[in-house]
């Protein structure tokens, strides 16, 4: 399979290399990015965890791709879509995004998410699009809200990985149809 990549003015989906292991360890073993996401990841997890979205990759030809700075080829986190595998969104279309806390606030969540959800809608099948986070991830939420989705109370799921006394076991869905998708 071809390495994927996908451009924005300032950004870079790609498919995973070998040497991204660090870099983004960096990321998952930051208190400050996991506090809404799960616990702190040792370097051992987080080359599991890109093994498993490689795995989606091969299998799907989509995943939550590495995101990269193109002024400095800096990877900062990973933004793409998935088949969701949780609660209301198992089988279904799902974004999702992570980034590295120094980066927080500068739009990059916000253009790698408009550029998933823009290469979604034209190659995959699927109506909507979907995502999911934990009821506090305030940040992820807002930036659901600026990519035009709706919010689905209807939805809300307590995550069957997350232990039910977690705090981060509620979360909430977020639902981007077809026809609501206006490219900005």
């Not at 799960?38 to 091969?58: D, F, H, K, N």
């Not at 986190?77 to 969701?84: D, K, P």
């Not at 979604?120 to 699009?129: E, G, K, Q, R, V």
Request: glycine residues 10%; contains cysteine.
């Amino acid at each position: 399979m071809a390495e994927f990549r996908l451009e924005t003015d300032r950004l870079a989906l790609r498919s995973w290399r070998g040497d991204d292991v660090t870099a983004f360890h960096g990321i998952c073993a930051d208190p400050k990015v996991m506090a809404t996401l799960g616990p702190v990841m040792s370097r051992a997890e987080t080359e599991a965890l890109i093994g498993r979205v490689q795995a989606m990759e091969a299998e799907h030809g989509h995943t939550f791709w590495a995101m990269e700075r193109l002024e400095d080829a800096r990877l900062i986190g990973w933004c793409g879509a998935i088949r969701g595998n949780a609660g209301p969104v198992d089988g279904k279309a799902e974004i999702g995004w992570r980034l590295a806390s120094d980066c927080w606030g500068k739009g990059y969540a916000g253009e790698a998410a408009r550029a998933s959800v823009r290469w979604a809608f034209a190659h995959l099948p699927d109506d909507a699009i979907f995502a999911i986070t934990n009821v506090n991830n305030t940040r992820s939420r807002a930036v659901m809200e600026r990519l035009g989705m709706r919010y689905r109370p209807d939805l809300d799921f307590g995550h069957p990985r997350i232990d039910p006394a977690d705090p981060l076991y509620p979360h909430v869905t977020y639902r981007l149809g077809r026809e609501e998708w206006r490219e900005p």
